[in-house]
């Protein structure tokens, strides 16, 4: 059983880089891990994924923008989101596969 809390959001402009973070309250060591977004209007989607040993995947439209990134250590997994386009505005979601989510943090890009 592990809790997830987001944070990080904000608003910022377009071509702009946020930091998502997702704090565990227990140890994800052995999980998947994944970040997922919903924006208005649309479904949670998948954006990125990271394995217990490293491994990354991206939906194609992040792909060179964003980074997901985790220290099982300090139980964090991380979304570094850079050169941010309006379309990336969303409610982004930590996720651990195939358990618990996040409470969600705003990201809104607009100038």
């Known amino acids: 059983q592990v809790q997830l809390v987001e944070s990080g959001g904000g608003l910022v402009q377009p071509g702009g880089s946020l930091r998502l973070s997702c704090a565990a309250s227990?140890?994800?060591?052995?999980?998947?891990m994944g970040w997922y977004r919903q924006a208005p209007g649309k479904q949670r989607d998948l954006v990125a994924t990271?394995?217990?040993?490293?491994?990354?995947n991206y939906i194609d439209s992040v792909k060179g923008r964003f980074t997901i990134s985790r220290d099982n250590a300090k139980s964090t997994v991380s979304l570094q989101m850079n050169t941010l386009k309006p379309e990336d505005t969303a409610v982004y979601y930590c996720?651990?596969?195939?358990?618990?989510w996040g409470q969600g943090t705003q990201v809104t890009v607009s100038s």
């Open positions: 996720h651990v596969l195939y358990g618990a």
């Open positions: 227990g140890s994800i060591s052995r999980y998947v």
């Open positions: 990271i394995s217990s040993g490293g491994n990354t």
